[in-house]
């Protein structure tokens, strides 16, 4: 199972989890807007408990990835209709307008569950995701382990009918590797006696090269004694 650390450190590891958003409400009431979707900065540090800022902090450092998730900022046209039709019709008091409204969505919240270090909430959130993974790992594991298990009793009969009809295969094999073995011992004995033949053979050779080195030597000595005989009988 994975640890909490590898949660908060791996992007492709939330990117996981980034669809189990009911765990949010097993850990805590999430309260949206009226439209049931969308949260404020405020809702989403209300329910993590913590200081909007260390919200904001979150935003900056992962923008790509909460965008990725959820996150939109509504400026000028697109927050004056936001305000009309989902804040006008909320009996709660709301801020006026301002330039721009960040809203977070479900898998926005859970995304920052899943980054923030310093809030009780995000981790039970965490361990409620990492809890589940493991319990719902064990269940696939068994059905897997069942399902295995149903096949190879299915096919007991078929294995022993295949067993049977191997036998003959498997000992005309066990003839032919006898025969083979054999003719390899055979092989053996003649490569050894040639390798024994031309050991024999070199020492033939190197007793004819001294022979020739020492009648070599004779000739020699014979043409030197020749030529000193000439050159006496000049003088």
Known sequence: MPSEVALLESRAMRDEHQGRVEVLDKVKALVTLPDGIHLRTEDVARYFEIHRDAVHSV????????????????????????????????????????????????????NIAMLLRDSDIARCVRTYLLDAEEEGGRRQGYASL???????????????????????????????????????????????????????????????????????????????????GQRRKRR
Request: proline share 1%.
């Open 59 to 110: 935003v900056k450092r992962h923008r790509d990835e909460l965008k990725a998730n959820g996150l939109i900022t509504l400026k000028g046209s697109e927050l004056q209709r936001f305000h009309m039709a989902v804040l006008a019709t909320w009996d709660e008091s709301y801020p006026q307008a301002g330039a721009q409204l960040r809203l977070y969505t479900r898998r926005t919240v859970l």
């Open 146 to 228: 069942d399902r295995r298990v149903t096949k190879v009793e299915a096919n007991l009969d078929t294995v022993g009918h295949a067993l049977q009809e191997l036998g003959p295969v498997i000992n005309g094999i066990s003839v032919r590797l006898d025969r083979l073995d054999r003719r390899l011992d055979a092989t053996n004995q003649v490569v050894g006696a040639m390798s024994n033949r031309l050991c024999d053979l070199s020492d033939d050779m190197r007793r004819m090269e001294r022979r020739m080195d020492s009648r070599m030597d004779d000739v020699a000595h014979q043409l030197r004694e020749l030529q000193r």
